[in-house]
């Protein structure tokens, strides 16, 4: 078995001290499992939020604010 390489999202470097991956997202595959998604630990802060993701997480914070109905 081959060992896994972790590539920085962040610089697109790899990541060749186990010690120093950080495993920052995990991507759905469209035919079977996804992969993780790794980054520095120096990069780690600075990646930016995926903009689904931050959409979806502003529409369940205001549905529970604003509850619809009762």
Known sequence: M?????????????????GDAVLVA???GNSGPGWN???HRAHAGQLGMHP??????????????FPQGG
């Open 2 to 18: 081959t060992p896994e390489v972790r590539v920085c999202r962040y610089c697109d470097e790899p990541i060749t001290d186990p």
């Open 37 to 39: 998604v790794w980054a």
């Open 26 to 28: 995990q991507e759905a």
């Open 52 to 65: 689904v993701a931050v959409r979806a997480l502003a529409r369940i914070l205001l549905a529970r604010v």
